[in-house]
Antibody, heavy 120, light 111 residues
Framework: QVQLQQSGPGLVRPSQTLSLTCAIS??????????WNWIRQSPSRGLEWLGR?????????DYAASVKSRIIIDPDTSKNQFSLQLNSVTAEDTAVYYC??????????WGQGTLVTVSS | DIVMTQTPLSLSVTPGQPASISCKSS???????????LSWYLQKPGQSPQLLVY???SRFSGVPDRFSGSGSGTDFTLKISRVEAEDVGVYYC?????????FGQGTKVEI
């Protein structure tokens, strides 16, 4: 059974960088069949897919156009986890952030969610 | 981006009665591999979303058979044959035909 455990600060100052980590148990970040995603949820935007990282003989990343200039999703094979960095945050980035294992077919394992508030 | 539109946005149901949620996509969700990538999730109060149905009609492991999905192309439906108290929450559809994956706005089901 796959479990995803999120960690990271719940408060970020405007213009700073939001950083979250998702630790994986029960699967490998280097799996050739899984993709590792970040999704956020806010009252104004609903559920919004942000991006993913996955390994298919080499590492790939895909990002949503809405955040592409500000986002990095990185795997860490030594710790079997992946991270989210979102730069230059504003109040509009305030949301609950989820990591999830998923593909085009479905997202079957989700982290517990982290409420990130952007405020000075 | 593909737009997913759910109706209704809220639904009040009586335990033991059926419920139905519609999801329409702005383009066909039939992929080149012959599969249709439409999935359904339930977000119970205070919890993360959980997978119910994938590829239109395949129930995920452990999901009760009172949940069923149907549809094709751009029109899809999630049905609950007999609603139970534990089914309350917000239901979302999601498309996997093209990035970015997009979700419907959610349907809140309450007893």
């Amino acid at each position: 059974q796959v479990q995803l455990q999120q960690s990271g600060p719940g408060l970020v100052r405007p213009s700073q960088t939001l950083s979250l980590t998702c630790a994986i148990s029960g699967d490998s970040v280097s799996s050739n069949s899984a993709a590792w995603n970040w999704i956020r949820q806010s009252p104004s935007r609903g559920l919004e897919w942000l991006g993913r990282t996955y390994y298919r003989s080499k590492w790939y990343n895909d990002y949503a156009a809405s955040v592409k200039s500000r986002i990095i999703i990185d795997p860490d094979t030594s710790k079997n986890q992946f991270s989210l960095q979102l730069n230059s945050v504003t109040a509009e980035d305030t949301a609950v952030y989820y990591c999830a294992r998923g593909s085009r077919a479905y997202h079957d394992s989700w982290g517990q969610g982290t409420l990130v508030t952007v405020s000075s | 981006d593909i737009v997913m539109t759910q109706t209704p946005l809220s639904l009040s149901v009586t335990p033991g009665q059926p419920a139905s949620i519609s999801c329409k996509s702005s383009q066909s969700l039939l992929f080149s591999d012959g599969k249709t990538y439409l999935s359904w999730y339930l977000q119970k109060p205070g919890q993360s979303p959980q997978l119910l149905v994938y590829e239109v009609s395949s129930r995920f492991s452990g999901v009760p058979d009172r949940f069923s999905g149907s549809g094709s192309g751009t029109d899809f439906t999630l049905k609950i044959s007999r609603v139970e108290a534990e089914d309350v929450g917000v239901y979302y559809c999601m498309q996997g035909i093209g990035l970015p994956w997009t979700f419907g706005q959610g349907t809140k089901v309450e007893i």
